[in-house]
């Protein structure tokens, strides 16, 4: 895996109970890399969260 780049936000994605996390600049390559972490067969499969931010954490609130 290549090294964080400033571009890159943290992302972690969840699959079949399942958790993991990694840096990628978009979402899109983020569910890439983490359906290949997790052993997941289609990229669609994982949910993917946007986590960190220019190094600050996201919180991600739920809506109704």
């Known amino acids: 895996e290549r090294e964080k780049m400033s571009t890159d936000y ?3 994605g ?3 109970g399942k958790r993991a996390e990694v840096y ?3 979402s899109y ?3 890439k890399k ?3 972490l997790l052993k997941a067969k289609k990229t669609y499969e994982v949910s993917v969260v946007l986590a960190e931010k220019d190094g600050e954490a996201v919180e991600n609130t739920p809506t109704f």
């Open 10 to 12: 943290g992302y972690v």
């Open 14 to 16: 969840f699959y079949k």
């Open 24 to 26: 990628a600049s978009s």
């Open 29 to 31: 390559e983020a569910s």
């Open 34 to 36: 983490l359906a290949v």
